[in-house]
């Protein structure tokens, strides 16, 4: 692990985390920006409020990025060649945001909820940027502020789930089913944790292994052997037994090896047949084919 806080000579966590746009207000338990007008705020965040997520009992709470960087520390490190996660501690849902390097340019995948200007400097300086892209509209994070630090780099939204976008923007642009960011590097979109939950497969990743970052699309587990399908994660709703099929019937022809997840929850090694190996798992149990076991 090294620290974004300090370039190379000081110790991690010392400098103060410096972000890009201070005055740009989020939810601070999606992590998702909106503006800088707090008049212009709705009395909920919607995404929390939908059933896939949710609004802390002690209720809705909005922050800027300024103090976002007040309370965090952003840690990187490094996963495999070309592909390193950034993570910012006690900053939104907390995910990983996965900076992915080829040689046509870099992907920032799931931006975290706080741009900064060290993370962002670092990243420009691995080459020009592709694209910024969510997974799903709970890691949409503070995209626009990654833009804007990034050069005004492209964040891609899925048309599916673009009524979840709650900063609009000239950097934003709609794009639906599958895209080729480059050669070797293409969005799919998969649904089913939300109609427009996209996954992006690296083919050359992993050093030729492949790659598949699948955001919460398809969800590596604890055990680092299986994967899941939900409607919501911390909400417990699981996606039917056709769903699941279908997801798994798509990814199906693609080269990987490893699967990253959010929260860098991952799955190193042969990774495709796990995930099929997942889905009929999934698919056996909500058909009711183990309620014997229950
Ligand atoms: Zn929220």
């Known amino acids: 692990m090294v620290s974004t806080t300090n370039q190379p000579s000081t110790p991690a966590g010392l400098e103060p985390v410096v972000p890009v746009e201070p005055a740009v207000i989020g939810c601070a338990t999606c992590g998702v920006e909106y503006g800088e007008d707090p008049a212009a705020l709705p009395e909920v965040c919607p995404i929390c409020a939908d059933e896939r997520q949710y609004v802390p009992g002690t209720g809705q709470v909005w922050v800027t990025q300024a103090e976002l960087a007040g309370r965090t520390r952003i840690d990187v490190a490094e996963l ?51 694209a910024i892209v969510a997974s799903h509209p709970h890691m949409y994070g503070a995209q626009v502020g990654w833009s804007r630090a990034l050069g005004d780099a492209p964040v891609l939204v899925n048309t599916a789930d673009a009524e979840w976008l709650q900063r609009s923007d000239d950097v934003v642009q709609p794009w639906s089913g599958s895209l080729d960011l480059t050669e070797g590097l293409a969005l799919r979109t998969l649904g089913g944790h939300f109609p427009g939950s996209t996954v992006a497969h690296w083919p050359d990743g992993a050093g030729g292994a492949g790659v598949l970052l699948a955001g919460d699309t398809i969800m590596a587990n604890p055990d680092r052997r299986t994967v899941s399908f939900m409607r919501s994660y911390p909400n417990r709703l699981p996606l039917s037994a056709g769903v699941v099929a279908r997801i798994a019937a798509d990814v199906a022809d693609l080269h990987y090896r490893a699967m990253w997840s959010n929260f860098s929850n991952a799955i190193t090694d042969d990774a495709d047949a796990r995930v099929q190996d997942s889905a009929r798992r999934h698919v056996a149990w909500v058909r009711g084919e183990h309620d014997d076991l229950t």
């Open 80 to 130: 495999g060649p070309d592909q390193w996660g950034v993570h910012a501690e006690g900053v939104g849902i907390g995910q990983t945001m996965q900076v992915v390097r080829t040689p046509e340019g870099v992907l920032v995948w799931d931006p975290t909820g706080l741009a900064d200007v060290a993370t962002a400097r670092w990243i420009a300086s691995l080459g020009p940027v592709l």
